[in-house]
């Protein structure tokens, strides 16, 4: 519906009932947020209607926690149901926001490798983490950001009330990583303002802000503490890291060096050992003798190893890739266009389920893929999911079974894909 046949709707519905005043104010604010591409939401009432809240719990949450290399995690996990408004409120207000252009995290045609770019050919970097990143951002804030987009405090509220869990973003709601880039963006300006008259690129993903120069720039560690602080966050000065030449650099776990950015050697490394012993001794001697029998998934594990170097190296991707021998899915290039094209978990899910699964399984394969579900599933190393259904490609029905596994780069997690054919 265009903005001004809503607007003679609405005036038209309240004609008679209430003052003409009144009706100016609501049309006038209807006009402000079709202006801006967003939903008419006029107050608390208001959102109960339109997300049909009526009967649902907004603190039902599952919480656990996930063993990472060197910390645990926790992930607040809202119920399917808190989910599925979440993502409406993500989809329908919050992607229309813009982001600063220092934000590579959660954003899309954005990732750790444009991140890390940002910072080649400079002498000085610095690396640092925002300590307790969501727990950190309190529903005031969210609040305050739904009033900045033109919501009144009512309905800014309720919408607030949605997307957070005892008064704070949860790690693990749809909506809490776009919710925080637009929470920082002002700190992120100011940040910007600060090293431009220094001579420093800014970047942010997520909680890891790098700043890098020709110069030194350690010296400006307290100026940038003070600007962080002044937005309520803390940095967690064990994870500071400075990094100068002669030595290696790294950014969001990638090496960065003068005109390109490169997986860490030690990860190569690692990876070509694990396919030399797999190659002379066989997977499963391989795996006994490094105490890993029981481990599952593992030739999937190998395979995403080289995916995730393809993404960074693409002809020393494409080496692993051609020689690996374990027995792996080999994705069809049309169907390896769906993770070309996709740059966030939702919209690679989204697409693929939308273009090759066929119509009777779609529901059962976009379960299988919710963020929440995975995460509570896959908190123990040893454990993998697999769902077999039918996709579409080529023109030609076929079975595939979809594999999801955990894996570590550096300090990182996250969960891989692979698609193997069951039945051709």
């Given at each position: 519906?265009?903005?001004?046949?809503?607007?003679?709707?609405?005036?038209?519905?309240?004609?008679?009932?209430?003052?003409?005043?009144?009706?100016?104010?609501?049309?006038?604010?209807?006009?402000?947020?079709?202006?801006?591409?967003?939903?008419?939401?006029?107050?608390?009432?208001?959102?109960?209607?339109?997300?049909?809240?009526?009967?649902?719990?907004?603190?039902?949450?599952?919480?656990?926690?996930?063993?990472?290399?060197?910390?645990?995690?926790?992930?607040?996990?809202?119920?399917?149901?808190?989910?599925?408004?979440?993502?409406?409120?993500?989809?329908?207000?919050?992607?229309?926001?813009?982001?600063?252009?220092?934000?590579?995290?959660?954003?899309?045609?954005?990732?750790?490798?444009?991140?890390?770019?940002?910072?080649?050919?400079?002498?000085?970097?610095?690396?640092?983490?925002?300590?307790?990143?969501?727990?950190?951002?309190?529903?005031?804030?969210?609040?305050?950001?739904?009033?900045?987009?033109?919501?009144?405090?009512?309905?800014?509220?309720?919408?607030?009330?949605?997307?957070?869990?005892?008064?704070?973003?949860?790690?693990?709601?749809?909506?809490?990583?776009?919710?925080?880039?637009?929470?920082?963006?002002?700190?992120?300006?100011?940040?910007?303002?600060?090293?431009?008259?220094?001579?420093?690129?800014?970047?942010?993903?997520?909680?890891?802000?790098?700043?890098?120069?020709?110069?030194?720039?350690?010296?400006?560690?307290?100026?940038?503490?003070?600007?962080?602080?002044?937005?309520?966050?803390?940095?967690?000065?064990?994870?500071?890291?400075?990094?100068?030449?002669?030595?290696?650099?790294?950014?969001?776990?990638?090496?960065?060096?003068?005109?390109e950015v490169c997986i860490p050697k030690k990860f190569k490394r690692k990876f070509r050992q694990e396919i030399y012993y797999c190659r002379h001794l066989g997977v499963q001697r391989h795996l006994e003798n490094t105490g890993n029998q029981e481990r599952t998934g593992f030739r999937e594990y190998m395979y995403g190893k080289a995916y995730f170097i393809a993404?960074?190296?693409?002809?020393?991707?494409?080496?692993?890739?051609?020689?690996?021998?374990?027995?792996?899915?080999?994705?069809?290039?049309?169907?390896?266009?769906?993770?070309?094209?996709?740059?966030?978990?939702?919209?690679?899910?989204?697409?693929?389920?939308?273009?090759?699964?066929?119509?009777?399984?779609?529901?059962?394969?976009?379960?299988?893929?919710?963020?929440?579900?995975?995460?509570?599933?896959?908190?123990?190393?040893?454990?993998?999911?697999?769902?077999?259904?039918?996709?579409?490609?080529?023109?030609?029905?076929?079975?595939?079974?979809?594999?999801?596994?955990?894996?570590?780069?550096?300090?990182s997690e996250y969960a891989m894909i692979f698609l193997r054919d069951e039945k051709t």
């Amino acid at each position: 519906m265009g903005k001004y046949k809503y607007i003679d709707r609405l005036r038209q519905a309240m004609g008679g009932k209430y003052s003409e005043e009144y009706i100016n104010y609501c049309a006038e604010y209807a006009a402000k947020l079709l202006d801006k591409n967003l939903p008419v939401i006029y107050d608390a009432r208001h959102v109960d209607e339109i997300l049909r809240l009526h009967g649902i719990k907004p603190d039902c949450y599952h919480i656990f926690v996930i063993a990472g290399k060197n910390k645990e995690r926790k992930i607040t996990a809202p119920s399917r149901e808190i989910k599925q408004r979440q993502q409406w409120i993500l989809e329908e207000i919050l992607e229309k926001q813009d982001v600063s252009d220092n934000c590579h995290g959660f954003v899309k045609k954005r990732s750790i490798l444009t991140n890390a770019k940002m910072h080649m050919g400079h002498k000085n970097i610095l690396n640092l983490d925002i300590r307790n990143f969501f727990p950190s951002i309190t529903e005031t804030m969210v609040i305050f950001q739904f009033q900045q987009m033109g919501y009144s405090k009512s309905a800014a509220e309720a919408l607030a009330g949605v997307c957070c869990y005892e008064g704070k973003l949860p790690q693990g709601a749809p909506t809490s990583p776009y919710m925080s880039n637009l929470i920082l963006k002002k700190m992120d300006q100011d940040l910007e303002n600060f090293c431009q008259k220094k001579g420093i690129t800014y970047t942010r993903y997520a909680d890891d802000m790098s700043f890098s120069s020709n110069e030194e720039i350690e010296g400006f560690f307290k100026d940038i503490k003070f600007i962080i602080g002044k937005y309520s966050f803390e940095i967690n000065e064990k994870k500071t890291c400075y990094y100068q030449d002669p030595y290696r650099k790294i950014v969001t776990g990638l090496l960065v060096k003068e005109n390109e950015v490169c997986i860490p050697k030690k990860f190569k490394r690692k990876f070509r050992q694990e396919i030399y012993y797999c190659r002379h001794l066989g997977v499963q001697r391989h795996l006994e003798n490094t105490g890993n029998q029981e481990r599952t998934g593992f030739r999937e594990y190998m395979y995403g190893k080289a995916y995730f170097i393809a993404m960074v190296e693409p002809e020393a991707g494409k080496k692993y890739l051609e020689a690996n021998t374990f027995d792996t899915f080999k994705v069809e290039p049309s169907l390896m266009t769906v993770f070309e094209q996709s740059h966030t978990w939702d919209e690679l899910i989204c697409h693929f389920v939308d273009s090759y699964v066929v119509e009777t399984d779609k529901k059962a394969v976009s379960a299988f893929y919710d963020r929440g579900y995975i995460a509570e599933k896959l908190k123990g190393l040893e454990t993998e999911l697999a769902l077999e259904c039918r996709i579409t490609l080529n023109g030609e029905e076929r079975w595939i079974r979809n594999v999801i596994i955990r894996g570590e780069i550096e300090d990182s997690e996250y969960a891989m894909i692979f698609l193997r054919d069951e039945k051709t």
